[in-house]
């Protein structure tokens, strides 16, 4: 049955978060939304003013979960 590997290989956990992402091209600047207060935050690498984004994250299974502490 082909629905016997399918079922084994469990997709990794996945999590869309909103982003601040820096609008320089060749920067790596990015910073959470739930983590800035701030409606136009800077780039806190370079500086540079930063756009909405929407990052795809694989959340690790071994505890390392990346959420939201309370
Ligand atoms: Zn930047």
């Not at 540079?48 to 694989?58: A, F, K, L, P, V």
Request: charged letters at 20%; glycine letters at 6%; aromatic letters at 8%.
């Amino acid at each position: 049955m082909a629905y016997y590997n399918k079922a084994n290989q469990e997709p990794l956990p996945t999590d869309d978060i909103n982003t601040w992402e820096c609008s320089q091209e060749n920067c790596n600047g990015w910073m959470r939304k739930n983590f800035t207060s701030s409606s136009q935050p800077s780039c806190p690498l370079c500086g540079n003013e930063m756009i909405s984004g929407i990052r795809h994250i694989t959340v690790l299974a071994n505890g390392i979960m990346d959420k939201e502490k309370k």
